[in-house]
């Protein structure tokens, strides 16, 4: 085939193709035409070849063409009258105006169906529900909120949990299918922000709403923009649904709060993490505590009625519940006391804070009958002596972990913060030679450091070190040290996953700890995705805390218990009551039989509330990992010197809070920002 110099032949089938297609795209009107004849070619021909192939077809030509006309007719269904050429023509329009408007009619119903299903598929239709949870955002904590939900809902009472995110609607019922489980699961679709798609999912409505933050640097704007969003949707009535948000700056606390509204509460992530790991440093196996704590698998925190004990000491009420422990009062004011002195007169009208497995546990039974006083420890223990410990690690919130530890250490105890950035500080000799960095990271490492001075209770000391590197990590020293925390970098400070350095150091700190035979090293280590836990190089029932998992949980419990919130307020802020596990022997004689009432003696007499405890020589099995809350107060067993007691205590080396230490927000109660306290139903 010739054809121009320089240009590639083309055939007769791609240039009868061409042609073809560009014929179908003029119009509507040729589509149609290209179709007629296209059914005209195929049915007549074949309609001719039945005919004459038919024995009993007429014999002549008139009377084939006829048969053949209407084998065509029926096919097409244009009708089959014969006679004279003009009913034949008319026959033939008026099938083709009856075909017309049935193939119009079934054309119209085919795109409305497909609008809906286009539309119910994209997540925009109305949510008539009444009741409901309304969780808007999409986070890492949406899955444990919407699983702990589903766990909490009571049989034969079960209630929509409606989630809106700027999401695929498919997308996010097959990513939570598995976690909601017999659970009713409305999704949505579009921006929780837009008052327009907000009032889709009914917020009026709504017995509880719950704001999730965001992941990025943008995070706790956008959080205030839906809790504006809600405002102007849902108005500022009293009786409107309580609202549960979560912020990642404490800067963004009261805006949040005065944009939710009086019945709000503002949970502030980065600080309750900080606590936890601060907490969990030297204390083994809390994290499994408030874990087992928060999730609804088991126990959970109830409040019941205190007539029984009205007028008695709060000591008595203690060892007056044998299925349930006791832990704190709330008083007809409202107020939340946990732990308070035995001697607290427990007025009418009182309620007690109770950990039990269901309502039905909380029922008043005297247990004093069950007390051995012959195997309560008579002596006090020695105080804890000064601790040193490791740090590998910098992130947002290491500020906020140092702070805690500093409030919390012995006077004496050193912190040494190994990380690979150059910080400012005292410091390790060997580690003056290295560049400075980002100057807001040494702003808060100066800050920690002089506070740290000013309290004479830590020394915090900083060292750089190319923490990247394996023959780094190998080569730490960790026989000096009491306890370590590592904390991973922050999403977008590298290529790779936050989590990935946690994982690598671990597992070089797991083969240091194999070098030094065996010498088990109490490690706390912080992870941003739950799927990395197996992954983790650690002990069975080691501190492994994942920030994004513990905020769920705690949003969940509150959603579902909001009078219960400043009890979580109190245990996870940086002063009063917290959870802490003691050796058993310090309440009761080790290798000595006792039951659980004796401990629950034992620890009343020291000023604390002891809720369970951890056995030795199941640390390292799952699934509780020797932890068990609330066992039965007549239970029996032989407590062993590596035994612990968990208790809800005082800690008597925790200082008051100085003007500007950062506080975990959990409840709305009154801060430094001066907004009103919060009022909690009784």
Not at 28 to 33: D, V
Not at 262 to 281: F, H, M, N, S
Request: charged residues 25%.
């Amino acid at each position: 085939m010739a054809h121009t110099k320089g240009r590639l032949p083309v055939s007769l089938r791609d240039r009868a193709r061409y042609r073809f297609d560009r014929t179908l795209a003029r119009s509507t009107g040729t589509l149609m035409g290209w179709l007629i004849l296209t059914c005209l070619a195929v049915v007549v021909p074949v309609s001719v070849l039945l005919v004459w192939t038919d024995p009993e077809s007429p014999h002549s030509l008139s009377g084939r063409l006829t048969a053949a006309w209407r084998t065509s007719a029926e096919t097409l269904r244009l009708g089959a009258i014969s006679g004279t050429p003009l009913r034949m023509v008319l026959s033939a329009l008026l099938g083709l105006v009856a075909l017309l408007c049935v193939s119009t009619l079934i054309g119209v119903i085919t795109n409305s169906l497909a609008e809906r299903m286009a539309e119910l598929s994209r997540g925009r239709s109305t949510v008539l529900e009444h009741g409901h949870v309304l969780v808007l955002g999409w986070s890492d904590q949406v899955a444990t909120v919407v699983g702990e939900l589903a766990a909490a809902q009571a049989p034969g009472r079960s209630r929509a949990i409606v989630l809106l995110a700027d999401r695929d609607k498919t997308g996010m019922e097959q990513a939570l299918a598995a976690r909601a489980g017999r659970a009713r699961l409305i999704c949505r679709s579009g921006p929780p922000s837009d008052p327009a798609v907000l009032a889709l999912v009914s917020p009026r409505t709504a017995s509880t709403v719950l704001v999730l933050p965001p992941g990025g640097p943008a995070s706790d704007p956008e959080v205030l923009r839906v809790l504006l969003a809600l405002r102007a949707v849902a108005g500022e009535e009293p009786d409107g649904p309580p609202v549960l948000a979560a912020v990642r700056d404490d800067r963004y606390r009261a805006s949040a709060r005065l944009a939710a509204g009086p019945r709000a509460t503002i949970l502030e992530t980065d600080a309750v993490t900080a606590r936890l790991v601060a907490q969990c440093v030297g204390r083994p196996g809390l994290s499994l505590v408030l874990r087992d704590l928060l999730d609804f698998a088991g126990d959970e925190f109830h409040l019941t009625d205190a007539t029984a004990f009205s007028g008695a000491p709060f000591g008595t009420a203690l060892l007056g519940h044998a299925d349930s422990c006791v832990i704190g009062l709330l008083t007809p004011r409202g107020r939340t006391l946990l732990n308070p002195p035995a001697d607290t007169v427990i007025t009418p009208g009182s309620r007690l804070i109770v950990l039990a497995r269901d309502e039905a546990g909380t029922r008043p039974e005297d247990c004093r009958h069950l007390v051995d006083p012959s195997v309560i420890a008579g002596d006090r223990p020695p105080p804890e002596s000064p601790a040193r410990l490791l740090m590998l690690g910098w992130n947002r919130r290491a500020p906020l972990v140092v702070e805690q530890l500093r409030q919390t250490a012995r006077p004496g105890s050193v912190l040494d913060v190994v990380t690979d950035r150059s910080l400012p500080g005292p410091r390790e000799p060997e580690a003056e030679t290295v560049a400075a960095t980002e100057a807001k990271v040494e702003a808060e490492a100066v800050a920690v450091a002089v506070a740290a001075q000013e309290a004479d209770r830590l020394a915090v000391r900083f060292r750089s070190a190319p923490l990247s590197r394996p023959e780094t990590l190998l080569g730490l020293d960790l026989a000096p040290y009491d306890g370590l925390v590592v904390l991973g970098p922050d999403p977008g400070d590298g290529p790779d996953r936050p989590d990935d350095w946690t994982l690598v150091t671990l597992l070089a700190l797991r083969l240091l700890e194999e070098r030094a035979g065996g010498r088990e090293l109490r490690v706390v280590s912080e992870l941003t995705d739950d799927r990395n836990r197996p992954l983790a190089p650690v002990d069975p029932g080691s501190d492994v805390i994942v920030s994004g998992e513990l905020t769920g949980l705690l949003m969940a419990q509150i959603a579902q218990n909001h009078h219960l919130a400043p009890v979580f307020d109190e245990l996870f802020a940086a002063e009063g009551s917290l959870l802490c596990l003691r050796p058993a022997g310090t309440y009761v004689r080790t290798g000595c039989e006792a039951t659980f009432a004796t401990v629950v003696a034992a620890a009343r007499d020291r000023g604390e509330c002891a809720i369970g405890y951890r056995r030795h020589d199941r640390r390292m099995s799952a699934p509780d990992y020797g932890v068990r809350l609330n066992p039965p107060k007549a239970e029996r067993r032989e407590w062993g010197a590596g035994d612990h007691v968990v208790v809800v205590t005082t800690d008597p080396t925790v200082p008051a809070r100085t003007p500007g230490t950062v506080r975990a927000s959990v409840a709305g109660t009154a801060g430094e920002d001066g907004v009103p306290a919060r009022q909690w139903p009784v």
